[in-house]
Structure formats: C-alpha cells, structure tokens
C-alpha cells in the first residue's frame, strides 16, 4: 500500500474506525488488485478523495498550494466523521470511472425513440453504477391508437417491463443491478394497474410512487369523482372515485409496500428553475426530485460530532456545526465541477443548476446524548431548529461562493432571480439522503431514523453468534452499573430495551428502535425536517405486521396534512402478503426403506404418477408447485414461476430436478426438507404466522403440505414462525447472507454495507 506524508495526512483513522466500518469499506470502497486483495487503506481512500476533488479549486485560480490546503481541510472534514459526501464519491473520485453521482431522473416521451433511448441511457447509467428515477406519465394509455402505425399503444406498464428486463441484465458498476423509481400520476387513465402491477412479483427492480395532485387530494377530502386524462392530447379521458383510487394506493401499501406516494404540485412548488421544465420524478429513494436528466449530489454531516457538555446540560456546538456546514457545501460544489458524467445531457444539466444536498446522519445518536426521547415534542422542535440552522448555513455558504465564482449558470430565469439580493451558487442546497452505508462508516444511526436495534446477533463465519451492541447504551450501561453480557445477550433476542428487566425506565424511553416509534411520529419527524429542506426527505414509516390499512391511511393523510413531499411506509413482514398453508411433515415409509438398503442410483421415472399443485406467492413472483408419488412415496417435484422468467424460473427448476432426483434415490423426504426450510433470498413473502423466506423455502412448505395430505387428507393452514427473524426485516442480503433493514426508502444490510437503493 502506498505511504503517504503522515505530517500533512495523519493516519490516525485507520486506527479508530471501528471493526464493521473497516470492513464495509474493504468490501466496498478501497481499491483493489486483480485478485480482489484491498491495495489502499482508509486513509489512503479519503487523501485520494480529497485530492480529486480539491482538484476543481484549480478552474477557479486556485495556485497548487491552495489546492494543497483545500485538499488537507476536506481530508480533515471527511476523516473526523464530520461530514461524509455520498457512496459513489468515495468509491469512484480519483478512480477511472470518476462517476461521482448516485442518482439520476431521465425523460420518458411518448414515442419508441424515446423509450428506447431512455432504456440505452439507463443501461449506461446503471452500468457506471447510478440509480435511475422515471415517469411513465407522458405515454398514452394502454389500447389507445397509434396512428403512424394504425395500431394500439401497449401503455406505460407494458414498456416499464422493459425498462425492468434491461435492468435484470445490467449489472450495475459490474456487481449488481441497479435500482430504479417508477412515477405514473394518478390522472393517467391506467393508473389502477399500475397501483397493483407489483402484486404479482413483477418489477423486482423498481420502486414505484404514483404523483398525487391537490385536485386529487381536494377529491378525495370532497368524496367526489376526478378526471383523468389521456397524456397524448390532454383530453378528458374518464373519471375515477378519489376516495376508492386513494383507498386502493392504501392497500397496496399496506400489502405489499408499494406504491409510495409524492406530492407532485408541492415538488413542482419549490422547483427553483421552473423555466426549465417540471419535475416529474425522484431517485430511487424518494428523497430529491430532479428535472429530467439531473443528477444528485448529496453529502451528509453527522449529528452526533456536534454534542457538547456543559453545567447547563447538553447542547449542540453551533459554531463548529456552521463550519462544517459551510466546508460541506464548498466539498460539494466542487464535485460538480470534476464529475464524469454517463450522458453529455446531464452534465450540461447538471453544470447549469449546479444543485447540491447536504444532509445529516446520526439524528437519533444526537437525542440519545442530549436524553431526549425520539417521540417527543422536544425532539420535533429540536429537529426543526437543528436543519433550519443547517439550511441557512448552507445558504450562507453558497451566496460566498457565488460571490467567489458566480451564480449558477441558470440563474436567470430561476425562483431567485428577483431584486431580494439572493444570489446563489446552487439551485438547491438541503436534502435528507438515505445514509445506509456512510452510517456505518460513520458509526452512527441513519439519516433522520430512530436506531434499528439496541443490540442484535450477527452470525459470522462458521455460524459464530457475537453480540452487537449499541456504543451509547453499551457506555451507558456500564456507567450505570446495569451492564452484563447476559442481559446484552437478552436484548439481543428482543431487538429492543422495551419491557427488559433490568434496564432503567428513563433508558427505555430514550433506546427507542424503529419499530417501537407510532407511524405518526414517523411522519412528524420527516415533517420537522422538510421544513427547511430544499428537495425532499428520505424516510421511511415503520408499521408492525400487525397494523391495520386504516393505520396507514392516516399516515397518509398525516403526511398530506403535515406539509412532506413524499411518504414511503414498510409494515414488517408485507413483501408479497398473503396467507400460505402448511402442516406437519412425516415420513415416505418406501423411500426411508430405499435408503436403508443402500440403493443410490435413482429409479426410473414411473409412467404413472398422482400428486397435488400448489400455488405459493414468493418473493420472486407466484411458485406453483407440483409434487407426485407412486406406490413407493414420493417420486417427483416440478416447479412453474408464474409470470417471471430468467434466474428465479430456471434455478426453481434447476432445485426440483435434484429434488426429484434424491426421491427416487431413496433419500429421506425429512431429510431433504430439513435443507430447504429457512433459506433465505432477499425477497421474503409473509404468510400467516411466519414467513417465506425464499423459493426453496416455499418448495419445502409444498413438500409440507403434500406429506400432511397423504397422512390425514388435509393440510393444516398455520406456517410455522421463523423465530430467529428480527423485527422490521427486509429480508436477506444477497450478498451477505445478513439481515436486510427497510430505513430512508430502501434496504440496507448493516453487516456488509449492501444498499438496495445506492
């Protein structure tokens, strides 16, 4: 690894960051040798960072020296944990792809060179590793007339399974696929299918929202009909009941939850640059509307830094916040000004609005120091102090540059062209980003959420269970003299301090999780936020699989009411809801007494067979199983999934071939269900009282099934419960094996560092 001058770079952070920050950047973000051997250290990673971007001061006159003291001040900022810019900026500056932006929106006409343009772009997009956000408004409506080519148009859904299908095929930054956001206004007249078409597993590479208007709001609050209107020519093109399409959009969520929600004509409200165009969709996330072909440039700064101690109690170090702030912007501005973007019409975009989103990270860390519970009014106003201080920093700071640059290039014309005297660098300046993977660099909680647990188990190699806790409670606990790895370890087993024995009340009620928070303090809190936040806030609103549809209707209403932009709600345990069947397993007397006698090469398939289909809903799309026996027991296992082809389809197949191959070779039934129960996919499906956690899973819930109905005739209609899910579970990484959490719009594994979303 190479040396660097530890009098102008000290490395000390290479020997503070903490075992799981190591090791997500290891995996994720330091360079590596062609045998995937890390060949730079986290310091290295942060002075190569530092040194690209201070690079741009050089287009504004900065002498080489200059450039070394920025260089130096943004490699202090980002190595104290102060403020960390977003994941594709620390993977990628000073690297060949130099492809600095997560997020991207692009156009979607009403024609095939359009459409097809956008899946090209997309691909190159997802290829430099950047998520995509879409609206599918502007194509007219399934069946409607196609008169160039006297035909009918597919509709929006029907070509959002191609943009789904490119996606399945690209990998994005060669490792994974990318994620997309799909937007469809609620007066598109197939705005009904597109409210269910995840009901069938479909669309496993998007997230969808659809666009509420006020007059769709305001017919919803009346009960009355609203228009809906053919996007080819604007024309009337039917009427819909508000209430029951609203009722529907609640559903769905509940279900499943998708759709989210966006308030269109508020985003459009505060679009600075309404000469350019309206904002039509969002990233992945939810977080910042863009105009058709900009790019997110989002940095975060982390709230817990800035506690500070006193004789009065605690409070935040304003003066030092205010710096960090105004150095964050300045980070930020000059990453524009090295980016290399995928497509010449973002960076023409992106250089003439020059929009930027600083952030924050470690909100709950922050209430935890300072002992204020999360659902509380004191943390709402705080919340509401904390980013209308960091908002006018940031426009404090962005006016300086401007002073010192020049304003953006599409000022004029803009929402701040007026004789007030604000004259601004960036378009936009605050955005609440989803900050999964910089989080644990940080060693923080996430964005603007309550923590996920206070401690958990983390199963390593060779199935070794070590105990993570919490560094504030863990310090907590033993200050207060109530710390003991057995109760850790009985915390670990609830995810939470709620009701533990031991735990002093006034800590209970300080280590709230995610889930131990009412939905409506959820939406508050985003609501305090969004306030004094230029684009929008990525959050997500926590529900126990308990909850009601009437519980998410009032968030939804909550959040119409409260002023946010968009509202994305998970309740535990919902991808894919529906109600399976399962029983007892017992055992196929002739295949046990195969085995017995040491038969290993399977029988011949017999001509005749008899046996049971049974549709599972996975994950991955509906799972029809089909198991047959003969006189001698079970002979055979066939799956079909559904609509979905490509890996799900053919490693389903691929499963119950060899399922089928070890039954005639006398094996064991048990034995081979034992194997498939409780593997995980990322994808899980709820089913009554449990979960299906993959497509293996759900072949052995049929094979379940299909032993209890031999027995007895009938099969019982209670999954058994995987009691080792934690709550809140978004299902399993794919790359890890860990426990996916839903938190700020997306998924993100705490073990490895994989975001579904960045």
């Known amino acids: 690894m190479p040396e660097q001058d530890t009098a102008i770079y000290p490395r000390t952070i290479d020997e503070t960051l903490s075992p799981n920050s190591i090791k997500v950047l290891e995996k994720r973000y330091l360079k590596k040798d062609d045998d995937g051997n890390p060949v730079e250290r986290p310091s290295d990673m942060f002075v190569r960072v530092a040194e690209n971007i201070a690079s741009a001061e050089l287009k504004f006159g900065a002498t080489p020296e200059r450039v070394g003291e920025v260089a130096h001040d943004f490699y202090e900022l980002m190595t104290s944990l102060d403020f960390l810019p977003n994941s594709p900026t620390l993977m990628n500056a000073g690297r060949e792809l130099q492809q600095l932006s997560a997020c991207f929106v692009l156009p979607v006409a009403d024609s095939m060179d359009s459409i097809f343009g956008a899946v090209r772009d997309t691909a190159i997009i997802h290829k430099s590793g950047g998520g995509t956000g879409f609206s599918f408004s502007r194509l007219r409506p399934a069946g409607d007339q196609v008169r160039s080519t006297q035909g009918v148009s597919s509709g929006p859904i029907s070509f959002m399974r191609v943009f789904n299908q490119a996606t399945e095929a690209v990998k994005q930054g060669g490792t994974r696929r990318g994620a997309n956001m799909g937007v469809l206004r609620v007066d598109h007249p197939d705005i009904i299918d597109f409210i269910k078409c995840k009901l069938d597993g479909d669309f496993q590479n998007f997230n969808i929202s659809v666009a509420l208007t006020e007059d769709f709001m305001n017919a919803v609050a009346a009960g009355s009909q609203y228009d809906l209107r053919n996007p080819r020519d604007g024309e009337p093109a039917g009427q819909l009941d508000a209430r029951e399409v609203y009722e529907l959009i609640v559903e769905m969520a509940w279900a499943s939850g998708d759709p989210g929600i966006i308030f269109i004509d508020r985003m459009n409200r505060d679009n600075p640059t309404p000469a350019l165009g309206e904002i039509e969709s969002t990233n992945p996330c939810g977080e910042q509307p863009l105009l058709p072909y900009e790019a997110c440039n989002l940095g975060s700064v982390n709230l817990s830094r800035f506690v500070r101690y006193s004789e009065t109690g605690p409070d935040l170090d304003w003066d030092r916040l205010a710096d960090v702030v105004h150095r964050g912007v300045r980070f930020l501005d000059d990453v524009i000004e090295v980016n290399e973007y995928p497509l010449p019409k973002i960076a023409e975009l992106v250089q003439g609005n020059r929009k930027i989103g600083l952030g924050v990270m470690g909100w709950a860390d922050m209430l935890i120091m300072m002992g204020i519970p999360y659902s509380s009014d004191e943390a709402i106003a705080l919340g509401e102090k904390v980013m209308g201080f960091i ?349 996916l959490e839903h938190e700020s719009g997306c998924a993100v594994c705490r073990a490895c560092g994989f975001s579904k979303c960045a």
Request: aromatic share 6%; proline share 4%.
């Open 391 to 739: 908002q006018a920093e940031s426009r404090q700071a962005s006016m300086r540059l401007a002073e010192e640059r020049g304003v953006f290039p599409n000022f004029e014309g803009s929402i701040y062209d007026t004789s007030d005297g604000v004259r601004l660098r960036n378009a936009t300046v605050t955005t609440i980003a989803p900050t999964g993977t910089l989080s644990i660099i940080a060693n923080c909680s996430s964005g603007i959420e309550p923590l996920f647990a206070v401690s958990y188990i983390r199963t390593v190699m060779d199935n070794d269970r070590l105990i993570e806790v919490n560094p504030l409670f863990e310090d907590l606990a033993v200050k207060q003299g109530f710390y003991s790895r057995e109760l850790m370890a009985l915390i670990a087993e609830h995810g939470s301090v709620a009701g533990v024995e031991g735990v002093p009340v006034d800590v209970q009620s300080v280590f709230v999780t995610a889930h131990e928070v009412a939905p409506e303090w959820h939406v508050r809190m985003q609501a305090a936020f969004q306030k004094s936040t230029d684009n929008a806030v990525s959050k997500t609103v926590n529900f126990g699989n308990e909850a009601t549809i009437e519980d998410v209707r009032h968030v939804y209403d909550l959040a119409h009411e409260l002023g946010v932009k968009g509202v994305t709600i998970y309740r535990d345990g919902s991808k894919e809801n529906q109600v399976l069947s399962t029983g007892k397993t017992t055992r196929s007397g002739g295949a046990a007494e195969l085995a017995r006698h040491g038969e290993i090469e399977p029988r011949p398939r017999p001509s005749v067979t008899m046996g049971r289909t049974e549709k599972i809903q996975t994950g991955c799309g509906n799972l029809y199983v089909t198991i047959n026996s003969d006189e001698q027991g079970l002979c055979e296992v066939f799956t079909q999934m559904g609509k979905s082809g490509g890996c799900a389809a053919s490693q389903s197949e691929a499963l119950s071939r060899m399922i089928s191959v070890s039954l005639r070779a006398g094996v064991d039934p048990q034995a081979i269900l034992k194997h498939l129960r409780g593997i995980r996919c990322p994808s899980p499906a709820w089913a009554q009282g449990g979960k299906v956690l993959s497509c293996a899973d759900a072949v052995g819930i049929a094979m379940e099934h299909y032993l209890e109905w031999m027995e007895t005739g009938t099969a019982s209609t209670m999954v058994s419960k995987n009691t080792d899910e934690l709550v809140n579970l978004a299902g399993a990484c794919p790359e890890c094996g860990g426990a």
